[in-house]
């Protein structure tokens, strides 16, 4: 089992920038594939992207590609998400999601065994 925190989350006017922070507890942090999710009020949970555990692999949502950026720090077992020109659509609670079970990226909400209480990302228009 790993912990998780975010921070970084708040309010930001539409075309503005926002940096997430995903701090992970335990020794083991780099044998996890790191993911995030959000879900905006009324809809379900969506991946929003996901690196693998190297960090040598991303994958991004339709909707954030271009935009968003996945990265993460091994020695500081801290995974980021760096959102720019954010739009109000992107308004939602982010969680930080780890896989403790798979090589690959995981995608799927079902595929991610431990997850982070979320933080709130407001994006006024």
């Known amino acids: 089992q790993v912990q998780l925190v975010e921070s970084g989350g708040g309010l930001v006017q539409a075309g503005g920038s926002l940096r997430l922070s995903c701090a992970a507890s335990?020794?083991?942090?780099?044998?996890?594939?790191m993911g995030w999710f959000r879900q905006a009020p009324g809809k379900e949970r969506e991946f929003v992207a996901a690196?693998?555990?190297?960090?040598?692999?991303?994958y991004y949502a339709d909707s954030v590609s271009g935009r968003f950026t996945i990265s993460r720090d091994n020695a500081k077992n801290t995974v980021n998400l760096q959102m720019n020109s954010l739009k109000p659509e992107d308004t939602a609670v982010y969680y930080c999601?780890?896989?403790?079970?798979?090589?690959?990226?995981?995608?799927?909400?079902?595929?991610?065994?431990?997850w982070g209480q979320g933080t709130q990302v407001t994006v006024s228009s």
């Open positions: 335990g020794r083991t942090f780099s044998s996890y594939t």
């Open positions: 690196i693998s555990r190297s960090g040598g692999r991303t």
């Open positions: 999601a780890a896989d403790s079970r798979r090589i690959g990226i995981s995608l799927r909400e079902y595929e991610y065994d431990n």
